[in-house]
């Protein structure tokens, strides 16, 4: 038996104006954990999509061999009953139907012709407990989080026969604690036999887990390197996924804090249908001017619910609290409002509520501010043209034109556009949820390098993110929540992972510092 369960050679793949592969080799051991790396744009999700029968065979150049057989899949199905499962990153759940139908959906366990729902359940059950998730899987899907959504994915892939792995960014979505429950479980897996291929940009999981790691960059193979011999570190894989040295993983950056402008008082908000429960909890909290005020917090914390129920009541149900902006107390009763009214909210799911992907580039800059480019209710297609190309420029959008669609950009060139959409409202604070999740080194600096760019103009930004030290290399001060509490805050000179995390993990309400007045 081969040592390598995996090779690919001569991979090239071509879309219409682009060669997104070009020449690609890799070889997986059987029985590892593999890590493929690179900058968004790469080519590690196409390369991806090729072995696991996404793109046909026939659709690309270059030969496939897995379990030392020659592989020509037409379609998943071919993949799957070969033994090669993936998980993409935009997660394939049917929210309408329960946990356990999801897991087995396509495969379902029958008796006798008919589903068995006892059978359904208790395998289901089983499922679940290997990767950690404990609700009754009769939930239905749409009434979990984003992060039990992807451990539900990994359940169903478990349910199938097997042998290669492919996760795409698993833990994008999940707090430490689920991640590190998820790269136990590679591990475990490991053990049963079972190889992975785990394309993350977190490369500190990376390091953490993978035997081998294989980097690309501008759609070609340029390493392979072992992990056992200690010698590869986060700035070397940075190095070879950038081709250059990042000095700093977050720009300088001199901050010219001004008043307090924007504060929130006693904001509480309930869950939009379970209506006796709290989902934010007299939260207080203020922005000045040009200053970068960072919200951390575990899964279900609270963070999202409380940025979308102050962006316009977008979230929740019986909201009450004060809001003010300048000292004017805020009347957003919708969204239109509280962009008019100087606010803009950048989701943490840009693919689904960022972004219009099926829309040029044009459509989703200047579909905030439309009135803004309408002469009696008629749009001006010159002034939109004009913006949205000034935009493309000032952010560093990678595509050929402003004609381009969103959906064909990378994971970092589309969270450019959504920061530029908002910026067109010009507003004066900047909620940005998870603002770099999924997203390369090399463009996590430079969407870094853009927020620097606004506060310096004096906005404000509120800044969540599940990257502690992400929050600490960007934020000037950190508040922290928990069971929908701001539960204290930190300034910069002050802030550690340990002492966020202690607040994190509270209750109830610290006394922390003061708030800034």
């Not at 509120?462 to 960007?474: A, D, F, Q, R």
Request: hydrophobic share 40%; with cysteine; aromatic share 6%.
């Amino acid at each position: 038996m081969s040592e390598d369960i995996l090779r690919m050679r001569g991979i090239t793949k071509r879309f219409p104006g682009v060669l997104a592969l070009s020449g690609v080799a890799l070889g997986v051991k059987r029985a590892t954990i593999h890590a493929l790396v690179g900058e968004n744009g790469a080519g590690k999700s196409t390369l991806m999509k090729i072995l696991s029968g996404v793109y046909a065979y026939g659709d690309f150049d270059g030969e496939i061999e897995f379990d030392g057989e020659p592989a020509q899949f037409k379609n998943i199905r071919d993949s799957e009953a070969a033994g090669v499962v993936i998980i993409h990153q935009e997660l394939a759940l049917v929210g309408e139907l329960s946990i356990a139908e999801n897991i087995f959906l396509g495969n379902e366990r029958k008796r006798g012709g008919v589903i068995s729902w006892d059978r359904t359940n208790t395998e289901a059950a089983r499922l679940m407990q290997k990767v950690g998730l404990h609700d009754n899987p009769a939930t239905l899907v749409e009434k979990i989080g984003v992060g039990k959504q992807q451990l539900v994915e990994i359940a169903k892939a478990l349910s199938k026969d097997v042998k290669l792995l492919i996760l795409d960014e698993p833990t994008a979505a999940l707090n430490d604690s689920d991640s590190e429950n998820l790269l136990e479980l590679l591990r475990q897996l490991r053990e049963e036999g079972v190889t992975s291929i785990i394309i993350s940009h977190k490369l500190g999981e990376v390091l953490s887990v993978a035997d081998r790691i294989t980097v690309l960059r501008d759609g070609q193979s340029i390493e392979t390197m072992e992990t056992d011999a200690g010698a590869v570190t986060e700035d070397r894989l940075i190095k070879s996924m950038v081709g250059r040295d990042l000095e700093h993983l977050y720009p300088p950056h001199e901050p010219k804090i001004g008043k307090v402008f924007f504060e929130v008082n006693d904001w509480t908000v309930y869950h939009p249908e379970q209506r006796d429960r709290v989902i934010v909890n007299k939260a207080s909290l203020n922005v000045a001017r040009g200053e970068i005020v960072g919200l951390a917090g575990l899964m279900g914390a609270g963070r999202t619910e409380f940025a979308m129920s102050v962006f316009g009541r977008s979230w929740g149900s019986n909201i009450t609290g004060e809001a003010t902006m300048d000292g004017k107390r805020l009347h957003a009763r919708n969204v239109p409002e509280a962009i008019e009214a100087g606010l803009a909210y950048a989701t943490e799911d840009r693919k689904h509520y960022g972004l219009h992907l099926d829309y040029d580039l044009r459509e989703n800059f200047t579909l905030p501010g439309l009135d803004r480019l309408s002469t009696r209710g008629v749009v001006d297609q010159d002034k939109v043209n004009a913006v949205s190309e000034r935009l493309r420029v000032e952010f560093g959008v990678k595509a050929p034109s402003v004609y381009s669609l969103a959906g064909n950009l990378s994971g970092g060139n589309q969270q450019k556009v959504v920061l530029g959409k908002w910026v067109f409202t010009e507003p004066e604070l900047l909620i940005l949820d998870e603002p770099t999740r999924g997203i390369d080194v090399g463009a996590k600096y430079e969407i870094y390098e853009l927020i620097h760019k606004l506060v310096d103009q004096g906005k404000g930004v509120l800044m969540i993110s599940s990257e502690l030290p992400e929050l600490l290399g960007m934020c000037d001060r950190i508040y922290a929540m928990s069971a929908g509490h701001i539960t204290g805050q930190v300034d910069r000179a002050n802030a550690t992972q340990e002492e966020l995390m202690r607040l994190m993990t509270l209750e109830t309400a610290s006394g922390g510092e003061e708030q800034r007045q």
